[in-house]
């Protein structure tokens, strides 16, 4: 019956999760570096979202960019500066090798945001490949750039505006050095890599086999990976949400 509803009306269901994910990607700035009121007014935002329903997916990606940016420079000219280097890096690799994954990087976020973001490799190992961890490597890298903006935002702001030089170095040295960060990325391309192979082998039931092994590789990637770094974790935390994801 979904199947037959979509062929029917997909295009006006596309439309409907386009305008659902535009929306909870400018909430998700919004709550997290809610620094400027113009990108902030749940008006603007709505707005937005009508807009980014009407325009292609990648003009979502590229409108909740210019947000993010015009937050950054409410807070910090330096920290600005360095979002719009590391998008630009980003955007070149992405539109270069995986243009049509652009929905990724728009969940990625909101994935973290729900405290589940290991669904989006396991999704993608089943119904995507080993290029979609390009995207969900970048999109990782964006929710942890606007998790320092949301946690610093404040100690940057009163630094003033004459110090952009030391804002950017500061803000480079604290997202390009976070192991937690890089921890995550590593952790989420094994578990792509892991369901991707599970669920190409001929037995039964190889997509739920791949779903199991696919979670508990991020969970021990994780583990291991936070003793060596001696980064704290909590377990139950870890375990709960990779049932979640499941």
């Not at 910090?76 to 090798?97: K, Q």
């Not at 991020?218 to 583990?223: D, E, G, P, R, S």
């Not at 139950?236 to 994801?245: D, K, T, W």
């Amino acid at each position: 019956y979904l199947v037959k509803y979509y062929g029917k009306y997909s295009r006006y269901v596309d439309k409907a999760i386009q305008f659902v994910l535009a929306l909870l990607t400018f909430t998700f700035i919004n709550q997290n570096v809610g620094f400027s009121e113009l990108t902030s007014n749940p008006i603007m935002t709505i707005i937005l979202s009508v807009i980014c329903m009407l325009l292609p997916m990648q003009m979502t990606v590229i409108l909740a960019t210019v947000a993010t940016l015009i937050q950054f420079y409410t807070v910090s000219a330096g920290m600005a500066v360095l979002a719009l280097a590391l998008f630009l890096i980003m955007y070149v690799f992405y539109f270069r090798f995986t243009p049509k994954h652009t929905i990724i990087l728009l969940l990625v976020p909101i994935a973290y945001m729900l405290k589940i973001p290991v669904v989006i490799p396991i999704l993608y190992g089943l119904i995507g490949g080993p290029v979609c961890i390009l995207p969900i490597s970048m999109g990782t890298m964006i929710y942890y750039m606007i998790d320092f903006g949301k946690s610093n935002g404040t100690l940057l702001q009163t630094a003033g505006k004459t110090k952009v030089l030391e804002q950017v170095a500061t803000y480079a040295q604290q997202l390009l050095t976070n192991r937690v960060m890089w921890c995550m990325i590593i952790a989420m391309a094994i578990s792509l890599l892991l369901v991707h192979s599970v669920r190409k082998m001929s037995v039964d039931y190889s997509w739920e086999i791949a779903i199991i092994a696919g979670a508990l590789g991020n969970i021990n990637v994780l583990a291991y990976g936070y003793i060596i770094m001696d980064i704290q974790l909590s377990y139950i935390a870890l375990i709960v949400e990779s049932l979640v994801a499941i």
